[in-house]
């Protein structure tokens, strides 16, 4: 296995590109994690309750709302990275039951061996591809299903149809709740089309964004919610305007108008999502 090292940063070969950890220069113990040049995670090995990447902030905040602070939750992770959400729900709902899917082996066993995370027996990794752990998972087993799947920067378009969609509604508890990291830029074709696919299945639909990002103006991470069951849209508008960088909730109206006609997407019209545009990330070195 191809390995350097350059002031504590890692890079590494692994079965999706080459990995990359670079640590942090304002926060001791903190690490990026980079697969061929495209950002995938943070973390602080200190602190697990840090979240650096908005997107991952508005995850957590729909986290924090949908049950009573520090009540554990059913979770199903597509997508490991870092395991950046793992750690901060062990952190903030101790005793979570934990299930995290992600197809690289190689990449799972660099973030155990140099990002270890704290043991704990109700968290689970399994390597394989996300649709067929998803697949597998029984009805009602979960109060949340988070897909955040990539191939290098861009979705994989096995997960980005309706039937995946109803996978997640199936395995989901009646109040559960589907999350979904969409990457995309002008136009925003591909995430009207989330927004239209996930909503056939879980009509209970928010959008969360930059205000750059939903008006097109550049490249970025919406994070879309979904459930059978009214989702906490008060607070999360509350909590999201209060954020570092303050975004914005979409929801009723203003959903249907950025939806703006587009339709479902299925298996076999599937694509994967925008490529971001050339520098499309910086991450500090």
Known sequence: ????????????????GLAELRPDPDRPRSYTLLVDGAP????DLTDPTHLEFE???????????????????RVLHLGGGAMTLPRY????????????????????????????????????VRVGDAREVLGASRDGSYDVVVADVFAGARTPAHISSVEFAGEA?????????????????????????????????????????DSAVLRGRRYGNLVLAASRAALPVA???RRTAGDWFPGRVLTGPDLDRFADGARVVTDSAARPSAPPPPGGFIIAS
Request: proline share 8%; aromatic share 2%; charged share 25%.
């Open 1 to 16: 296995m191809g390995r350097k090292r350059r002031a504590d940063a890692v890079a590494v070969k692994v079965g999706s």
């Open 40 to 43: 995938q995670s943070h973390v």
């Open 55 to 73: 997107y991952v902030r508005r995850i957590a905040i729909v986290l924090d709302l949908i049950a009573p602070a520090g009540e554990p939750l």
């Open 89 to 124: 729900l062990s952190a903030t709902r101790p005793g979570s039951a934990q299930r995290v899917a992600e197809i690289d082996g190689k990449l799972v066993d660099l973030v155990r061996k140099e990002l270890p995370w704290p043991a704990d027996p109700r968290l689970r």
């Open 169 to 209: 509604a199936r395995v989901l508890s009646p109040g559960g709740v589907h999350l979904v990291n969409v990457a995309d830029g002008p136009p925003l074709r591909y995430a009207r089309a989330q927004v239209a696919t996930v909503r056939s299945v879980l009509p209970e639909t928010c959008l969360i964004a």
């Open 235 to 237: 607070e999360l508008v």
